[in-house]
């Protein structure tokens, strides 16, 4: 079984160099293509069996198959994600292919791209990298917002117990990061930690969380969608925080814009700034949202595959949808977290709003490739292999550096963990005010590969991510 997909990415990645991995809708307007025959039977499941479908899909498929090695043995790797790591090493060290093709689970993708299902704390963790760990955001439904762990909630130290407490910079120092994943133990029902928290206002407790099985509301309920009032006189503007492009992201989206055509609203905040992607006909519905003045004559993105692929190449066009709204200004808040789907919504608009679209806060990832998705279903496996790349209008991509030298404007601003998301004193949505309202900012700098010119703080991601993780990073 052949699954044709588009791109999606988040944080995190494969390998101890991290970087980001990206995953590709389960139905896409894209034509199916049909799969070619494995190298050994589908229902052999043994290493070399699966390395072998690695090597003839990534063969047949890869947008860069002439970085592939000539001949790679696989009997000097451990596991089929070895293997293809080293397969995509000289891609990954060209900055086009950094952990975006991958190995994942059917059953475990198919389930978080339907309803966001997973288990975990229910939050997203961000880090400076050497000794603090801190709540950025925390989901309606899981166990860390019951907990009254929430945005700005520095973590200080992780046990099981709270007699073997280890404090959060002593694992890090002696561990890395990783053993912080370690140390929050795997992500399934019924994982207990104990943990000692540090509330915004400086107050400390010890609190225990345990994992459970949740679904991931792609727009909070808390501040995902609202009507803000530009304290500085620049009117109502519109606030759309969307958390990672799913399926349930469709009627949370058309709900929000047809309140903001319903009020009038014409300048907006797009808050993309952990979002790491996901389904393609999501970004394409979310910039069909975005462009009430758009014909279904205008091209919202092109997708082109490597020659002897090109049958597959596509051209997508708006299409009009009774919610959309025609913004003067949309400010795009982006990090290093903004990867694959956002970014190509990001990208689309800028042929038709040119310096009225900016991108508020840091550089994104830099991803603008995707990939289809081609299943062994008697393995349990999925491969995502990056098979194509995306262009706007005007035939602008391969932004794998990230947007900030792309867009025409951009504003600078930091990700303030004191205040709330949607919070109109918030650094970034203060910048994003500023912009729409035509007041003026300090021009993003220091463009460069999102994993190698690190901000000062980034979000928190294991070396093997799950599907989750790698579309909503810093999920745990």
């Known amino acids: 079984m052949l699954v044709m997909a588009a791109l999606l990415a988040g944080c995190g990645g494969g390998g101890s160099g991290g970087g980001t991995g990206t995953v590709v809708q389960p139905a896409s307007p894209t034509p199916t293509p049909t799969p070619t025959a494995t190298p050994t039977p589908t229902s052999s499941c043994s290493l070399r069996s699966r390395q072998d479908w690695v090597l003839a899909t990534m063969r047949e498929w890869y947008l860069f198959p002439e970085t592939l ?149 792609p727009v909070s309920s808390r501040y995902g969608a609202q009507i803000l009032t530009d304290p500085n006189g620049g009117g109502r503007v519109g606030y759309i925080n969307l958390r990672t492009f799913i399926s349930t992201a469709d009627p949370a989206l058309r709900n929000a814009f047809a309140s903001f055509k319903a009020q009038g609203i014409t300048n907006l905040i797009v808050d993309l700034r952990y979002n790491g992607g996901g389904l393609v006909s999501i970004a394409e519905l979310f910039g069909d949202l975005l462009g009430g003045a758009r014909s279904r004559t205008d091209v919202f993105s092109y997708t082109s595959f490597r020659p002897e692929k090109s049958a597959y190449d596509e051209t997508d066009y708006f299409g009009p949808q009774p919610e959309a709204i025609t913004p003067a200004r949309i400010a795009f808040i982006g990090t290093s977290g903004t990867a694959s789907a956002s970014e190509l919504v990001i990208n689309a608009m800028l042929p038709y709003f040119r310096a009225n679209i900016a991108l508020i806060g840091t550089n994104t990832y830099g991803k603008p490739v995707g990939q289809v998705a081609i299943d062994r279903a008697a393995c349990d496996d999925r491969l995502r292999v990056v098979a194509f790349a995306t262009q706007n209008a005007n035939r602008q991509g391969a932004y794998f550096t990230g947007l900030a030298n792309t867009l025409e404007a951009s504003c600078s601003a930091t990700d303030d963990l004191s205040r709330p998301l949607g919070d109109v004193g918030e650094a970034s949505v203060k910048a994003g005010l500023d912009f729409v309202a035509g007041r003026s900012c300090s021009r993003i700098g220091g463009i460069g590969v999102a994993s190698i010119a690190r901000p000062s703080r980034t979000l928190l991601a294991p070396d093997r991510p799950t599907t989750i993780q790698r579309e909503v990073p810093g999920i745990f």
């Open 69 to 217: 090695p000539a001949t790679l043995d696989p009997s000097g790797y451990s596991s089929p994600d070895a293997y293809l790591d080293a397969l995509t090493a000289t891609a990954r060290a060209q900055g086009r292919d950094r952990y975006f093709s991958y190995l994942t689970s059917i059953a475990e993708e198919n389930a978080y791209y339907n309803s966001g299902s997973s288990a975990g704390f229910g939050f997203r963790l961000a880090t400076d990298g050497t000794s603090t760990i801190t709540v950025a955001e925390s989901f309606e439904g899981a166990n860390a917002l019951q907990a009254g762990v929430d945005r700005g909630t520095r973590i200080l130290a992780i046990g099981t117990s709270a007699g073997n407490l280890r404090d959060v910079s002593s694992i890090i120092a002696s561990q890395g990061l990783n053993g912080i994943t370690d140390a929050l133990g795997p992500d399934t029902s019924g994982t207990s930690r104990v943990l000692r928290v540090q509330a915004v206002d400086g107050s400390e407790r010890i609190v225990t969380l345990t994992k459970s099985e949740y679904s991931l509301p």
